[in-house]
């Protein structure tokens, strides 16, 4: 979705990085058996994040499998099960409900390309709009309230956060557990308000020079299109708020084999990205470019 | 009832001392400080209480005290905040809500209860532009000023728990892991 969600590799075991790579390459995997190879594009380190907090129950041995991306050696990747099926269904309604949502508002070109991207992938979207139709009609009615906010300008960015964390919260309802859904709904609510948040931020100078909506400018007053020191400050302190209630969320789980991956991801990983888009760091350092 | 070594997180015969010490982590973590207008307090307390279980039954009776007990937050506040107090503390937020907004006289007590319910929301910006005013509005107030200097971390400090943020989160460092990242399906391992 945005590729914020990441572990801190140099926090985290030779073990747990080999797990977090077989997961990735698993769902890559689970994704083309699901919905043929064009649907392995769609791999992200955001589900697989979401792959491990669903997992619950014994570990899983990784099987060897085919890579085409290094097709000369077999790579280690989880099975699929439950869960994974799950997290590619869900890969496949996000991506989907974001190029939806980038026809709306972002340039001509990128348009053109949104559009032809759905084509594509048309038919898996219907597959797994009928295997997920709790979910998808809650991304479908949350989106819809969402581009309603920001069409009325919504001065308040918690509610405008609220779409989009409500929509992430429904990925919990692959429980039934009532305290498990709970939970791990709170959680995924707060990873979903920091994401449209941190998005926020990182897109405020673009936003504010082709006019698009984005809640930072309605609400606070900028100075030369950013916000000053003292609304950053402030501005963090709130992100990070959500930070903690994930983290507060975690901790009333019960412990599962992968629980450090988790711990990486929530208490090194977002506040390193969160930190890295605020000083203009993420894109530029981060992915070389 | 569960294992009490395995609620406390150490091996069957560890010492006095390690039951002890990994109590206290433990009651540290939990604590209902922590999770103060959390929609989860209410597993945050069962946890709390699994583990003075625990530690009661290791120290034969021992001396944990009641900390889950006497945080007992069910007081008696009257008039029509009290209400409102009450319907918060029910889970009711949009009954709430509305009969906060019905009340013209808007008192620091008032601003500390829109907060709260906003946090009860995970609405932490708004909560913490409440606390803010409840807090200028009446600075003796010992709960408002908790409130609004823990806004910023929504009452959970997750950089005390057991990950303290030891510095070195410098650039580099995230540079290399999203480099690292970028091998992750490149990698041949």
């Given at each position: 979705m945005f590729g914020y969600v990441l572990p801190r590799r140099d926090k985290l075991s030779e073990k747990d990085t080999a797990r977090y790579r077989a997961a990735y390459c698993g769902l890559c995997r689970c994704l083309k058996e699901r919905?043929?190879?064009?649907?392995?594009?769609?791999?992200s380190y955001d589900m697989t994040f979401l792959y491990f907090l669903l997992q619950e129950g014994e570990v899983k041995q990784p099987l060897r499998c085919f890579c085409p991306a290094r097709p000369i050696c077999k790579k280690d990747c989880l099975p699929p099960d439950g869960v994974m099926d799950y997290a590619a269904d869900l890969s496949i309604l996000l991506s989907c409900w974001k190029l939806r949502d980038a026809q709306r508002d972002d340039g001509f070109s990128r348009r053109l390309a949104a559009k032809l991207c759905l084509r594509l992938y048309k038919k898996p979207f219907e597959k797994a709009a009928a295997l997920r139709n709790n979910e998808n009609s809650v991304f479908s009615e949350q989106l819809a309230r969402l581009n309603t906010l920001e069409d009325k300008h919504c001065e308040s960015i918690d509610r405008a956060a609220d779409a989009f964390a409500s929509l992430l919260k429904?990925?919990?309802?692959?429980?039934?557990d009532e305290t498990l859904r709970r939970t791990k709904g709170l959680l995924l609510y707060h990873v979903g308000r920091f994401l449209y948040l941190t998005d926020a931020l990182e897109d405020l100078p673009k936003d504010n020079k082709s006019g698009a909506y984005n809640p930072l400018r309605y609400r606070y007053a900028l100075q030369d299109g950013k916000l000053t020191q003292t609304d950053q400050t402030q501005f963090l302190e709130t992100v990070d708020a959500s930070i903690s209630m994930a983290a507060s969320a975690l901790e009333l789980l019960p412990e599962t084999a992968d629980r450090e991956i988790l711990r990486n991801i929530i208490y090194y990983g977002l506040p390193a990205v969160l930190k890295s888009v605020a000083d203009g760091s993420f894109r530029k350092r981060g992915k070389g470019k | 009832m569960k294992d009490p070594y395995e609620v406390l997180g150490v091996p069957h015969g560890a010492s006095e001392e390690e039951i002890k010490k990994a109590y206290r982590d433990l009651a540290r973590k939990y604590h209902p400080d922590n999770y103060?207008?959390?929609?989860?307090a209410d597993l945050a307390q069962e946890k709390m209480k699994e583990i003075n279980e625990a530690y009661d039954t290791l120290t034969k009776g021992g001396s944990s005290g009641s900390s889950s007990s006497s945080y007992d937050s069910s007081s008696s506040y009257g008039g029509s905040l009290g209400e409102v107090r009450r319907l918060i503390q029910l889970g009711d937020l949009d009954a709430a809500e509305a009969k906060l907004n019905g009340i013209s006289n808007h008192n620091a007590e008032w601003y500390y209860l829109r907060g709260v319910i906003a946090q009860r929301r995970g609405w932490m910006d708004e909560a913490a532009q409440n606390f803010r005013i409840a807090s200028s509005m009446d600075p003796g107030n010992y709960e408002y000023r908790r409130a609004a200097g823990t806004a910023g971390n929504g009452g959970y400090t997750y950089r005390q728990t057991q990950y303290d943020n030891n510095g070195s989160d410098d650039l580099c460092n995230l540079c290399s892991t999203l480099m690292c990242l970028n091998c992750l399906c490149n990698g041949c391992r």
């Open positions: 919905y043929g190879f064009r649907a392995r594009f769609l791999v429904a990925c919990a309802g692959y429980h039934t | 103060a207008n959390n929609p989860l």
